[in-house]
């Protein structure tokens, strides 16, 4: 325990990430002030927004050059400086790319007996709040309603489909391929999955919804998003969560139509993180944890193994590779 | 009363609009069915609506080349159809640029005793109405908050930075040249105006705004819209009621950071017209008259006069020549 494995930023991308920005590095073992915890990492998250801290400030500081990678974990305390923590907790919270990190212990959340772990990573993690709590106080589907998700098969995205159903409203999923569209709707039941790669895209999306759009929980941006406008229904909801289409590119499109489209439809654009609806947390975990129980709600996770695979995992998860919630299994542990 | 007065659409405008799309014509005097009325126009509105129509569908559908311009207008029944309807009776409603009109008594909203008639165009007419809803519905302006209008010194620009101050917030108007932008603080109250067409808008919006913005009341979309993104505070709301930059013009701009700079600051941008608020109409009016009435709420019109000069001055109009409500005297009338 002399030393933490850490991957760092050795340069932004101007362009498309590759494993290149990164270098891995061994530093010592940090020491920790008062109030601080020293953490042991047991799960990382990947995310989109990983990349989008690297184009600069967003909901959070940007992420530069010489600094550990960002992240959301899951870990042990192994030593602790602050009152109620102990060595041998689970706490989750802002850590980075590293065996090892500090922790404000005010600023972490303690993880309850509820396993298995990589569950506090997605249906109960970031992931299935992102989609409880947009799809249900932003886009507020209505029964019979049409709720379209793009990243459909991602780590929000299923969730939505599925809440979406549990809600009396028809899903349809944007996904890329069609294994991954075949798969929405066999394994996660969805009514309908799109192929965003297809030539006839638009086409194919408006056949899927013949009532029109209500709901759009947008993931991705760009030319997705205007095609969902254009097929939007008059009062429209458009969720906006995320423009993982905007990351990884040097080059910005934004949709046509705006805001044409949002008077003449008279549609309603919102963006939100998941911590603006904090209050409503506890609700969202007891109805997702509920419907997961009934076998109302399939969680998928994609877990990778080992600190090492962050780079390449989050590339690929810029270009759809994964199923569900990715994550990184840094230690050996079989929570 | 033998001969009707018409100008229609000659050509619809690919591009900018100019008064050869336009024709004037004779044609015989309309004849009327069960539940019409023959309506002798007194006043027509002039929107920047009128060219949006001339681009497609919109919330109403399109016109086309042949027909009479549409308009709304205020008018004196001479012949009546319907039960309850009268000569001489005043009536709002849809009616065409022509000296006499055809409308539905089922359709007409009639005019109250409440003179002078202009003022059912401009402050108890949308151009009022659309202000308050729109800013105190969707905006929901709170005291000490900073609310920003384009095209401030237009029919409803005037009116959403006047009440803005009403409300207690902070009124910023943008409008096009430095003399507009004194009359909006000298005459009307704005705390400070921003001229659009300056080389330096972007950075005069900024110091106009030391405190971010909170509301902003879009009439024009394009690279103002995108200049009040990037200055909107977390959580601000964006009131989406018009886009008069896009509408005299092939080329269509949207503005950049969309959705990126919705998810991040979380923004909330919302359309919406008129007519989605009815039900809170008579309170809109029985505010706006008290207000004028008060002194709080100063009235600015801009009548032209005579059928003829409608298509000069709907160019004008998008042009940005008119400072309040824009409208066209048919009649003799001093109502």
């Known amino acids: 325990m002399s030393e933490n494995t850490q991957i760092v930023i050795r340069e932004l991308p101007t362009d498309a990430l590759s494993v290149t920005h990164f270098e891995t590095k061994s530093a010592p073992m940090p020491e920790i002030g008062d109030g601080q915890l020293l953490v042991r990492t047991i799960l990382m998250s990947l995310d989109a927004a990983n990349r989008a801290w690297m184009q600069g400030a967003t909901y959070r500081e940007a992420v530069k050059p010489g600094d550990v990678m960002h992240t959301y974990s899951i870990g042990e305390i192994v030593e602790s400086k602050a009152e109620g923590f102990a060595p041998g907790d689970i706490v989750a919270g802002e850590g980075g790319w590293a065996s090892y990190t500090v922790m404000k212990a005010k600023a972490v959340k303690p993880i309850s007996d509820y396993r298995p772990l990589t569950h506090h990573m997605s249906v109960l993690g970031i992931a299935g709040k992102t989609?409880?709590?947009?799809?249900?106080?932003?886009?507020?589907?209505?029964?019979?309603?049409?709720?379209?998700?793009?990243?459909?098969?991602?780590?929000?995205?299923?969730?939505?489909?599925?809440?979406?159903?549990?809600?009396?409203?028809?899903?349809?999923?944007?996904?890329?391929?069609?294994?991954?569209?075949?798969?929405?709707?066999?394994?996660?039941?969805?009514?309908?999955?799109?192929?965003?790669?297809?030539?006839?895209?638009?086409?194919?999306?408006?056949?899927?919804?013949?009532?029109?759009?209500?709901?759009?929980?947008?993931?991705?941006?760009?030319?997705?998003?205007?095609?969902?406008?254009?097929?939007?229904?008059?009062?429209?909801?458009?969720?906006?969560?995320?423009?993982?289409?905007?990351?990884?590119?040097?080059?910005?499109?934004?949709?046509?139509?705006?805001?044409?489209?949002?008077?003449?439809?008279?549609?309603?654009?919102?963006?939100?993180?998941?911590?603006?609806?904090?209050?409503?947390?506890?609700?969202?975990?007891?109805?997702?944890s509920q419907w997961y129980k009934d076998g109302k709600l399939k969680v998928v996770e994609d877990v990778l193994d080992g600190l090492e695979s962050a780079p390449s995992g989050l590339i690929g998860l810029l270009h759809g590779e994964n199923r569900g919630k990715r994550m990184v299994r840094v230690g050996p542990d079989s929570l």
């Open 131 to 288: 989609a409880y709590h947009g799809l249900l106080q932003i886009g507020d589907p209505k029964p019979g309603e049409t709720v379209v998700v793009s990243a459909a098969a991602g780590s929000v995205g299923i969730f939505v489909g599925q809440i979406a159903k549990i809600k009396g409203a028809r899903a349809v999923g944007i996904a890329g391929g069609p294994e991954k569209c075949a798969w929405l709707v066999d394994e996660l039941g969805f009514d309908v999955a799109v192929d965003y790669k297809s030539k006839t895209f638009f086409k194919d999306l408006q056949a899927a919804c013949p009532d029109g759009i209500d709901v759009y929980f947008d993931n991705v941006g760009g030319q997705i998003l205007e095609a969902a406008m254009f097929l939007a229904n008059l009062k429209a909801r458009i969720v906006c969560c995320g423009a993982v289409s905007q990351y990884d590119t040097a080059e910005m499109t934004s949709p046509k139509g705006v805001p044409g489209l949002i008077v003449v439809k008279r549609l309603k654009m919102e963006g939100f993180i998941v911590m603006d609806f904090a209050k409503q947390d506890a609700q969202a975990e007891a109805d997702l």
